[in-house]
T-cell receptor, first 112, second 114 residues
Framework: DQQVKQNSPSLSVQEGRISILNCDYT??????FLWYKKYPAEGPTFLIS?????DKNEDGRFTVFLNKSAKHLSLHIVPSQPGDSAVYFC???????????FGQGTELSVKP | KAGVTQTPRYLIKTRGQQVTLSCSPI?????VSWYQQTPGQGLQFLFE???????NKGNFPGRFSGRQFSNSRSEMNVSTLELGDSALYLC?????????????FGSGTRLTVV
């Protein structure tokens, strides 16, 4: 039972353009969402988060959007840079402090 | 400050053996979580410890167990290894469970079962 789903295993984008990574969830009890980035041979690193009381959170080139009615969140990276090439995981928890449930990951490739 | 340290980085074991993986959290962090990463499955939650107590447990068989020591270091053990246990095992720590900026992960232990 995959409660958090990232249906695109990979995404390729041109440098300077927008990258949009999507994530869907099924558990309506989730109210805290995070994005992590993972390079090969390294652990995931925290990128950005959003709580269910918001529909948008922005940090530099990264913006996360949350659509609670659709149980969907997305990560926008503008402009995309080659150094952004990594695997991106979305994660959710039912309460802030609850266990994190991760999606399968989307491998982003930003081409120069 | 030092990050989350996992040892060993790589491990090869034979089916039926058992293995113990170690995780040293960031100094001062008291919460440790363990995840299994396999291709196509993402990160699967194993368990979470806080102040030596297991707070949460994922849907893994009893062959997977863990513990946390008084210095917050944690170990996980897998007994009677199966080929399907081959994966990257990640440990994450935080001051307390679920901080605003999420967990800090270690680089993982790559376990290969042959």
């Amino acid at each position: 039972d995959q409660q958090v789903k990232q249906n695109s295993p990979s995404l390729s984008v041109q440098e300077g353009r927008i990258s949009i990574l999507n994530c869907d969830y099924t558990n309506s009890m989730f109210d805290y969402f995070l994005w992590y980035k993972k390079y090969p041979a390294e652990g995931p690193t925290f990128l950005i988060s959003i709580s269910s009381i918001k529909d948008k959170n922005e940090d530099g080139r990264f913006t996360v959007f949350l659509n609670k009615s659709a149980k969907h969140l997305s990560l926008h990276i503008v402009p995309s840079q080659p150094g952004d090439s990594a695997v991106y995981f979305c994660a959710a928890s039912a309460i802030q402090g609850g266990k994190l449930i991760f999606g399968q990951g989307t491998e982003l490739s930003v081409k120069p | 400050k030092a990050g989350v340290t996992q040892t060993p980085r790589y491990l090869i074991k034979t089916r039926g053996q058992q293995v113990t993986l170690s995780c040293s959290p960031i100094s001062g962090h008291r919460s440790v979580s363990w995840y299994q990463q396999t291709p196509g499955q993402g990160l699967q939650f194993l368990f979470e410890y806080f102040s030596e107590t297991q707070r949460n447990k994922g849907n893994f068989p009893g062959r997977f167990s863990g513990r946390q020591f008084s210095n917050s270091r944690s170990e996980m053990n897998v007994s009677t290894l199966e080929l399907g246990d081959s994966a990257l095992y990640l440990c994450a720590s935080s001051l307390v469970p679920g901080e605003d900026y999420g967990y800090t992960f270690g680089s993982g232990t790559r376990l290969t079962v042959v």
